[in-house]
């Protein structure tokens, strides 16, 4: 028991520098307003239609043994109480870019409303309800005396003189955010703030109990007509939560396709950054996509060029990203345009 100890002790030092470069990659899809649930709860049912399902899917760091997966799906769908249209949305989403022992598995309820300001201007309010599930599973490690002289390698299947018990986690989470949408001449403007662990959750791993900090997110993004053609779409996210901080900001530029079936169809491409300063940037982010009929594609590659040794941990993602609308069959005076991707 004292070995199987000194082992657990062993492995969480080890983990302990992780800590820092996974915490600060809490805005972990590139296509951040894609997985848009994530980043406000204020940001359910912004879309011009009867309902929206999502579905991304990022693989991360194919230069370690084990690479990180991380899959989100979301459905919004609104329902109306007394004539008011309240926007429902759900997501699920599982990720291990903790480590593939650490898989964590999060459903997440959100609802919204909006006040119009006046003809152009709405102020949308939010707020979430999620359960977390994180555990530790050991079936994927491999320890000293796994070393498999015939493969010249470690052999999960060799018998260990470990014993580990996999250990998991609950919580309940919950947040609130606002969103400022506007609606001009020039194109289509947001602004958006969300606190997130606002309960301040906490998670007990080995007799060990931690206390989650308030999680704090700010975003804007718009949608400018430069032509009745073109069209460029800057972004900004800014995370901090505790002493953590992480930025993601950037730009696509997009070329409206000809109509088909009364429907707008469009493409675009861009590049962002993950930290807004070039010093400490960590990496830079190429993506493109598409929007079809009811249909949206989207395709970002991510590669590291941050000067510190710990960027091979996360040197390179892949991000695919596909989501469906179906058109709105209400009339509404109340409806408001939004913007594309």
């Known amino acids: 028991m004292q070995s199987n100890k000194i082992v657990l002790i062993i492995i969480l030092t080890a983990l302990q520098p992780l800590n820092s470069i996974i915490v600060s990659q809490s805005i972990h899809f590139n296509q951040a307003f894609s997985s848009h649930l994530t980043l406000n709860p204020a940001n359910t049912g912004r879309f011009d239609g009867d309902w929206r399902a999502v579905a991304m899917y990022r693989h991360q760091g194919h230069e370690m043994s084990s690479d990180y997966n991380t899959s989100y799906f979301s459905f919004e769908y609104p329902v109306y109480i007394n004539s008011e249209k309240i926007e429902t949305g759900i997501y699920y989403s599982r990720d291990n870019s903790s480590g593939f022992s650490f898989p964590a598995d999060r459903i997440n309820l959100s609802i919204s409303n909006g006040i119009h300001l006046n003809i152009n201007s709405v102020l949308y309010a939010g707020i979430q309800l999620a359960w977390v599930h994180k555990q530790v599973d050991w079936s994927n490690t491999t320890f000293p005396d796994q070393y498999s002289r015939d493969t010249g390698g470690f052999d999960p299947s060799l018998p260990t003189s470990a014993h580990l018990e996999n250990e998991s986690t609950n919580y309940p989470d919950a947040g609130i955010g606002i969103l400022y949408h506007r609606n001009t001449e020039l194109g289509i403007f947001n602004i958006g703030y969300s606190l997130q662990q606002i309960n301040r959750p906490q998670e007990s791993f080995f007799g060990e109990t931690f206390q989650l900090p308030v999680k704090h997110i700010w975003h804007s993004k718009a949608d400018i007509n430069l032509s009745a053609d073109y069209f460029v779409i800057p972004t900004i996210v800014y995370l901090r939560m505790g002493k953590n901080q992480v930025s993601l900001t950037g730009i696509h530029f997009g070329y409206n396709l000809d109509e088909w079936m009364n429907q707008n169809n469009s493409i675009i491409a861009g590049v962002h950054f993950r930290n807004a300063s070039m010093a400490n940037a960590r990496s830079v982010i190429f993506s493109g996509g598409m929007t079809w009929q ?38 509404s005076n109340k409806m408001i345009p939004w913007e594309r991707f």
């Open 294 to 331: 009811f249909w949206t594609f989207m395709l970002s590659y991510d590669t590291s060029i941050s000067r510190q040794n710990t960027a091979r941990l996360n040197s390179t993602g892949l991000e695919f990203g596909i989501a469906f609308k179906l058109p709105s069959t209400q009339l």
